[in-house]
């Protein structure tokens, strides 16, 4: 690697100013002197504290020297539980050396006897120790990648930019070089550079870093995916299931999941999540899965054709609410029903580093059982680890059939672009190492400060007289919730376990130890629908407090009616909760004091004065609760997901016809007897409410209704919208029009 990136990566020397006649201070002195005319770069710090907290906040530190007579045992050990690898030298006395307790020595790389040894000498062993351990901190495939950068060959091969050159001979070009930087370009390679192997073959260095990744993740084989888990999800159908084969698909899927199922010609019957008093959409029930339930679903499918067993199952683990599975159990449950269990975990890829997830992530570890299915999980890397968009991986572990690698590969290929995305590339392997050196740490702080938050959720709704509730369990063994310590809370999964019948969940009588809600993702609760599903008198509908929070510069992931969610991820910082809590506060208070529309939303006064001029904040809410109320929303949500519409063909046969034009848009009065061609799904709660291929029939009214509610509300509310996927919205004479696509 090219010498100008060791140098910006500092060495940190901890060690007294010289005084009077210390020897070993004025020879530190002398030894970063002689590093920084080297052009190193060094971080002095001169006492312990001051060593720490430089420590904490740069990780591009390549090596740590310390003067042993500051006594740095305690140092020593948060350094080396925060780095297993970096390199620390001690400096001593050669005198001295038995002096040093064993504790300190354990955790330093050796010692510099600066007085004994000759100055080029302690500088040479530094560097060298600096460089190897940033050559060994690097993944193979992004090291492969900077080195070949750092060769500064002329390229004769695409991408068409040369290195970026091409850019800079336009002006908006050179301003698009000059925004991402030259190596963004210098690293934006083609398959044509050998070196770096090809990821259609899974040769060289990214066959290395793939592999590394499923040691890291736990599979027998990893794919690194260049177009999201919507493509992941696809591959692995694709490398699985043949037109006509049945799939048991969670009806809380994601679209890329029915756009696989129209691909393959699959038939699908459906796994029904349930819901709670809130609207959240919770897990699919245990029950779901047994033998005979699934029996009865085939069984009852007039596309199924008789057929006894499905060929693949897809849950969504963990759910968007942050529900996570038990899967081991799902797995034996379902082991004569399906050949492969497919977990989309787009939500989830830290599961394995952290052991609060024990159990409940697909590639869990587990004993070799011959008559388990095989099994694949789907990762959207970039959603919560640090990759690029669209970084995502599949992971793969045979079971009961054996996942043979050719030939699963022609389906990887099949979706893959024979020019990938190097820098994608190399962000997974970036994500994998960063995983692999400090999975647990990065967890385990993200978790405490999730956990912080909700006890500060707790605290301050005990002092006021209505505040947001963070959605957990109240007590746990009897301790209120808050009062229970954080070690108990991220290292107990008994903490975070859907009890059966617990009033909190409202999911009901789940079997014990089937879910587990994962503390990272905290719904918040809004006032509005009490614990027994009952709408109240006073209620404050989130989207306003999600709007006014976006306004205020967070963005929550998902809003419900009455709760929004907020992720902490490894990329959540001390303090980043702190900013939340300020903005429901000033919203409190700008609601307690009734402040007028031109304050809180001054963009939607200005837009819609009709509506919202001369309104208060206290006005817009109760208008909009009292909306929910009149529509009953708690109830009608519930009604329109426990409709299973009827299936009249298959995914694949209305997509068919979608593509031949025998489709036609119909206003929502017209649907009822029609066939939709389209998978409708309204946010919130963002689950399918129609996939192709089912009939809008008088079963499905409730459906029909939840749609009218939708095309009333952004109507009355115009700002904010519902989004429904699967809908076209027409603006007729003034009215927003809802249009389905229905087989003709
Ligand atoms: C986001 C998501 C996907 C798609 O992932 P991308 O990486 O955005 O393509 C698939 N499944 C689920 C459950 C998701 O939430």
Known sequence: MDILEYKNCPILVVGKEPEGQETISAAVKTFTGKLSSMGFQVLRAYTLDEGELVF???????????????????????????????????????????????????????????????????????????????????????????????????????????????????????????????????????????????????????GKAESEAAKAFGADRTYFVTNGTSTANKIVFHGTVTPGQVVLADRNCHKSAMHAIIMTGAIPAYFIPTRNQYGIIGPIHNSEFEPKTVRKKLASSKLAKGAKAARLAIITNSTYDGLCYNVQSIKECLKDSVDCLHFDEAWYGYACFHPLYSGRYAMHPSRDDPSLPAMFATQSTHKVLAAFSQGSMVHVKSGKEKIDHELFNEAFMMHTSTSPQYGIIASLDVATRMMQDDGFRLMDEAMEEAIEFRKQMVEMGKKEKWWFVSWQPEKIRGKPFEKVDNKTLKSDPACWALKPNDKWHGFGDLKHDHILLDPIKVTILTPGINKKGKMEKFGIPAGIVSRFLHNRGIVVEKTGHYSFLCLFTIGTTKGKSATLLDALHEFKELYDSNAQMESVFPELAEKYPSIYKGLTLQKLCAGMHAFFVKEGISSIIHEAYSVLPPQEMAPAESYRLLVQGKVQKAKLKDLKGKISAAMIVPYPPGIPMMMPGEKFSPQTQKIMDYLDFCEEFDNEFPGFENEVHGVSIKNENGRLTYYVQCVK
């Open 56 to 206: 904490r906040s740069n990780k591009a530190i390549s090596c740590v020297i310390i003067d042993w007579s500051l006594k740095p045992s305690k140092l020593l050990g948060t350094m080396r539980f925060q780095n297993r690898n970096l390199p620390i030298f001690l400096v001593a006395n050669k005198l001295e050396v038995g002096k040093i307790p064993l504790d300190i020595v354990s955790n330093t790389s050796g010692y510099i006897w600066l007085l004994e040894d000759t100055l080029d000498f302690n500088v040479g062993m530094v560097v060298e120790a600096a460089k190897k351990y940033i050559d060994s901190m690097l993944p193979p495939f992004f090291r492969e990648l900077v080195n070949y950068t750092y060769e500064w060959k002329y390229a004769w091969h695409t991408p068409g930019h040369m290195g970026g050159i091409a850019f800079r001979k336009s002006p908006s070009g050179r301003f698009f070089f000059d925004f991402f930087g030259e190596n963004t370009f210098r690293a934006d390679l083609s398959v044509s550079v050998p070196e770096l192997g090809s990821l259609l073959e899974h040769t060289e260095v990214v």
